[in-house]
């Protein structure tokens, strides 16, 4: 399988913990986003990678979340001190930026449940 | 004004039937669009890219009017396999991220 790939799928996690979500993006490909996304709404962007540079964080990315992508290939998403209303899904998706193409490929996501 | 808006729906059609949903985006720079095809519980999967007035893949057609700022995705001879959620992604241009709307849920009866 040469897609997107998430890990953990699931995570229960207890308020107050910290937790680490990892995301292997299709090999080829430059950029590297994370996004949340809760019931009943689009995915909500968080941060995006050109190769291991960060490029954007949302305003959404508080202090507690940190991301990175340390050799351009894998990324890691920490949430430290999780709250209740961090659960939500978070996806990882990857793109191959040309010139005027923008299209991205989602893995199948990490579901955060804080208790 | 949201940036991307759609219609939450749900639009419950029969199978065979035609059906079309729209999308406004508020950005006029925006330079590329996308629909994506979202399942229960699963990740989006990129449906169709518009980059010029129009797409048409299959029974699936999107077409783009940038003067109304609209996109709308038409889908004819619906498949039971078709009930989905359809989000409406837009590139606000350049290094910018992609803004999803809160997509459209399809539900296609037998």
């Known amino acids: 399988d040469t897609g997107v790939s998430q890990n953990p799928r699931h995570k229960i996690t207890k308020r107050g913990q910290n937790v680490t979500f990892r995301c292997d993006p299709i090999s080829e490909h430059n950029r590297l986003y994370w996004y949340r996304q809760t019931l009943g709404q689009g995915p909500e962007f968080l941060t995006y990678f050109q190769n291991e540079a960060q490029l954007e964080k949302s305003r959404l990315l508080s202090d507690r979340f940190s991301a990175e992508r340390p050799k351009g290939s894998f990324s890691t998403l920490e949430i430290q001190r999780t709250e209740q209303g961090d659960s939500a899904m978070y996806l990882c998706a990857s793109s191959l930026v040309l010139a005027g193409t923008y299209e991205q490929y989602f893995g199948p996501g990490t579901r955060l449940t804080v208790t | 004004r949201k940036e991307v808006e759609q219609d939450p729906g749900p639009f419950n059609v029969p199978e065979g039937a035609t059906v079309a949903f729209n999308c406004t985006y508020s950005n006029s720079a925006s330079q590329s669009f996308f629909w994506y095809r979202q399942d229960c519980r699963k990740e989006p999967k990129l449906l169709m890219s518009?980059?010029?007035s129009g797409n048409e893949d299959g029974r699936f057609t999107a077409q783009l009017n940038r003067a109304s700022q609209y996109i709308s995705l038409l889908i004819r001879d619906s498949k039971l396999s078709d009930s989905a959620t359809y989000l409406c992604?837009?590139?606000?241009?350049?290094?910018?991220?992609?803004?999803f709307g809160k997509g459209t849920r399809l539900s296609v009866i037998a």
């Open positions: 992604v837009v590139n606000m241009g350049g290094n910018t991220p992609l803004v």
């Open positions: 518009v980059y010029s």
